[in-house]
Nanobody, 115 residues
Framework: QVHLVESGGGLVQPGGSLRLSCIAS????????MNWYRQAPGKERELVAS???????NYADSVKGRFTISRDNAKNTAYLQMNSLKPEDTAVYYC?????????WGQGTQVTVSS
């Protein structure tokens, strides 16, 4: 079955950096787009970044120029490099794949940006 495991979250000061990882299994990783979402307290889950199977990338306006999504097909892993973090980036970050008409999610990793 499809399994997504995120890691790399934590507490960081404003202006700092974190790199999130998502290890995937149970499907053909290299053939599928991967997405990172986030959900802040009291807010809806929002799409942060996407990378296609051909490594075409898209970003939410709020993170353009600060976040970079990437993938390593040999490791079945997607990454989200987050730089210049702001308090408003605080959220639980989720890895997502849309596969065979279903959405699959990881358990999420907490990112807290605070001084």
């Amino acid at each position: 079955q499809v399994h997504l495991v995120e890691s790399g979250g934590g507490l960081v000061q404003p202006g700092g950096s974190l790199r999130l990882s998502c290890i995937a299994s149970g499907f053909s990783f290299s053939a599928n787009a991967m997405n990172w979402y986030r959900q802040a307290p009291g807010k809806e889950r929002e799409l942060v970044a996407s990378i296609s199977n051909l490594s075409s990338k898209n970003y939410a306006d709020s993170v353009k120029g600060r976040f970079t999504i990437s993938r390593d097909n040999a490791k079945n892993t997607a990454y989200l490099q987050m730089n210049s973090l702001k308090p408003e980036d605080t959220a639980v970050y989720y890895c997502n794949v849309h596969f065979l008409q279903f959405d699959y999610w990881g358990q999420g990793t907490q990112v807290t940006v605070s001084s």
